[in-house]
C-alpha cells in the first residue's frame, strides 16, 4: 500500500469514535493525502488532512459492485467520480441485501485506510442513505465538496479567512 496512509481514523472498528470531530465532506481520491495525526493524551486517533484532524469521511457516489459474502456483513465498492472507494457495512445496513449496483449513496464513516482487501481506499459505514431518486444529486455533491474546502478547509489549512 505503497503511498497510502496507514493506521486510519477508525480502526476497523476498534477505536472508539470522538463524534466532536466533523466528518469531512471530501472525494475520496482526497483520503491518500491524509496522515495520522499527532496523538495526545485522551485524545482518540484519528487522520489530519487540511490541517484538520478527523475520523470520518462523507462521500457520494455509485455503486458499482456488491459482496455480501462476508457472513452478515456486506462490502459496497463505490465510485464517486474520483476513484473507487471499499465500504464496509455492519450487519444491520446489510439486512435484506438492499444495496445494488447502479444506486447513488450517502455515506459517512470511518476512514480505516489499512483495512482494505482490495488496496482501495477504505471506510466503515457508520451512515448509508439512497439518493438515487434526487435529480441533481452528483452535481449538487460536486458543488458542496468544493463548498466545503473553500469555505472551511482552505481557511482552516492555511489559518487565514475562517468564518466568524
Known amino acids: 500500500m505503497e ?3 496507514r493506521g486510519g481514523g477508525g480502526g476497523g472498528g476498534r477505536t472508539a469514535m470522538d463524534y466532536s470531530l466533523a466528518a469531512l465532506k471530501l472525494l475520496a481520491s482526497q483520503l491518500e493525502g491524509s496522515t495520522t495525526a499527532p ?3 485522551g485524545s482518540s486517533p484519528a487522520q489530519m488532512l487540511f490541517g484538520i484532524r478527523f475520523q470520518r469521511a ?3 457516489g455509485v455503486i458499482l459492485r456488491v459482496d455480501y459474502s462476508a457472513g452478515d456483513n456486506g462490502r459496497l465498492f463505490v465510485d464517486d467520480g474520483s476513484c473507487v472507494t471499499e465500504f464496509m457495512l ?6 435484506g441485501q438492499p444495496w445494488r449496483p447502479g444506486m447513488y449513496v450517502l455515506i459517512i464513516g470511518a476512514y480505516i485506510a489499512p483495512d482494505s482487501t482490495e488496496n482501495l481506499p477504505a471506510v466503515k ?3 448509508i442513505v439512497d ?4 435529480p441533481d444529486r452528483e452535481a449538487m455533491w460536486y458543488m458542496e465538496v468544493a463548498e466545503a474546502y ?7 489549512a492555511s489559518g487565514v479567512g475562517s468564518p466568524s
Open 150 to 156: 473553500n469555505f472551511f478547509y482552505e481557511a482552516d
Open 39 to 41: 496523538s495526545s493524551e
Open 125 to 127: 459505514v457508520h451512515k
Open 58 to 60: 462523507w462521500i457520494q
Open 90 to 95: 455492519r450487519s444491520e445496513d446489510a439486512k
Open 131 to 134: 439518493l438515487s431518486a434526487q
Open 3 to 5: 503511498g497510502r496512509p
